[in-house]
């Protein structure tokens, strides 16, 4: 315990420079000290549905090394550190018995971070949902968001004595559709368009803990989303584009700003307009329930119609209901195959400010390159230099341009388990030996480091 005050969201005169990392992706020991089964551990282990093949089980074994990741981290000199807590950890069957030793590693984590004066940002849910839970229907059933408000709790009970800057969700947008719908991701279910069933009830989720949370003095919650531009290729692609504008980005803003989903989403899901579903009162907690939003951002999107006997059965099982919808990225392209436009995040950033009012954190922002390993473990990688300088350079345009941002955060600090792509991508600041765990810093962590020491 430290006598640091917590610190919350900072006034508009100060701007928190961070990085990130996400349970699963990075602390392996999914067996140790009581943690219990996540849907990602069980989703893993099916065959095809990880590239590689391989899990989280060790990954960055960060749950053993943080003292590593710490003295990175001041060598960093970041402001804020965005990490995640993995409620299978806190509480392993999703309800009931509660862990106490996972709740020790997060205090050693928090703990760490304030005396090398790094601001702690917490995110309570990285996608990885205890199993118990998605045996019981997971996001779809409408407990689960009960479930959450209560685990939030228990970890805002141990750690909001020291942490004051919270995100409930990251990306529900894949949370559901990718985990619903387009199933390749955990559970790796294909619901359709009940994937918004679960959406509604992510948003309740947030809604339920942001609330008990706040009450409980937490501090500042907010929730992460990819929102995104959505740029249609050409005039007759203007209705695929709104269809993808409702799922990716109106699903999540519009309860939280208006308490309402559009005619659009309703016409798309019908559960939507279901009392059973969105009950009395829902929208009413939702709206207004965040006090600041996570934007993640990575490329844009440009929706088109599909050409005569095109098919795109990635775009249709991640967007239900929007018929005959396709992607056409413009080069140059990622390792991952994203398109790269800074103009998109300027745009982003001062729209979502517009629509929301809200003070906003890019709370994710990197690019997945192809990185040269010399035998030194050096990655001398020039291509993540580029994308994070001209992103940095949107994030101030948009700035100038009125959008109140008050942090930036790199994704990521350590190459990690990059969901179904595996160890396959990588995003990092820092080289990890897959064999040894090794942490190296790149090219560009020295360019970050030089950057946030620049800017403060
Ligand atoms: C985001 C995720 C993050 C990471 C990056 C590359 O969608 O939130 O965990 O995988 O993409």
Not at 308 to 324: F, L, N, Q, T
Not at 329 to 347: F, N, Q
Request: proline content about 5%; charged content about 25%.
């Amino acid at each position: 315990m430290t006598s640091r005050p917590p610190t919350g969201l900072p006034d508009a005169q100060t701007f928190l420079w961070g990085t990130a990392t996400a349970s699963y992706q990075v602390e392996g020991a999914t067996t140790a000290d009581g943690r219990g089964p996540s849907i990602w551990d069980t989703f893993a282990a099916l065959p095809g549905t990880v590239r590689d093949g391989k899990d989280g089980s060790v990954a960055c074994d960060s749950y053993h090394r943080l003292d590593e990741d710490l003295a990175l981290l001041d060598r960093l000199g970041v402001d804020a550190y965005r990490f995640s807590v993995a409620w299978p950890r806190v509480v392993p069957q999703g309800v009931g018995n509660v862990e106490g030793r996972g709740l020790d590693y997060y205090d050693r984590v928090v703990d760490g971070l304030l005396e090398r004066g790094i601001t702690p940002m917490v995110t309570l849910y990285h996608w990885d949902l205890p199993q118990a839970l998605e045996s019981r229907g997971g996001w779809l059933n409408r407990d689960t968001a009960e479930a959450f408000a209560d685990y939030a709790m228990v970890v805002t009970e141990r750690l909001a004595d020291r942490v004051g800057l919270w995100a409930t969700h990251n990306e529900p947008w894949c949370a559901a559709l990718l985990g619903y719908a387009a199933g390749v991701h955990a559970p790796g279910r294909t619901e359709g368009t009940r994937a918004l069933v679960a959406a509604h009830h992510l948003n309740l989720g947030h809604a339920l803990a942001a609330h008990r949370m706040r009450e409980a003095g937490a501090g500042d919650v907010g929730i992460v989303h990819n929102l995104n531009t959505v740029w249609p290729e050409r005039p007759e692609a203007a209705d695929v584009a709104d269809g993808v504008d409702a799922i990716r980005n109106r699903v999540w803003i519009d309860p939280l700003v208006d308490g309402a989903y559009d005619e659009r989403l309703r016409a798309i899901a019908p559960e939507l307009a279901d009392p059973d579903v969105v009950r009395e009162g829902d929208l009413d907690l939702i709206r207004g329930s965040a006090d600041w939003i996570g934007v993640n951002y990575y490329t844009p999107d440009r929706p088109d119609v599909l050409d005569e006997g095109e098919v795109d059965a990635g775009a249709a099982a991640a967007y239900p209901g929007v018929e005959g919808l396709t992607f056409r990225p413009r080069g140059p392209l990622t390792d991952i195959g994203w398109e790269t436009d800074d103009r998109a995040l300027t745009e982003l950033l001062v729209a979502t400010h517009e629509r929301t009012g809200l003070p906003l954190l890019v709370t994710e922002n990197g690019a997945a390159c192809v990185d040269a390993v010399a035998d030194d473990c050096r990655v001398d990688d020039q291509d993540r230099i580029t994308y994070l300088r001209d992103h940095l350079a949107a994030l101030e345009r948009a700035r100038e341009q009125g959008a109140d941002v008050r942090g930036y955060v790199c994704w990521t600090l350590l190459d990690n388990f990059e969901w179904a792509e595996g160890y396959t991508k990588t995003f990092g600041l820092v080289h990890i030996d897959p064999e040894t765990q090794d942490r190296t810093p790149k090219a560009s962590f020295d360019f970050y480091a030089d950057h946030v020491a620049r800017h403060r």
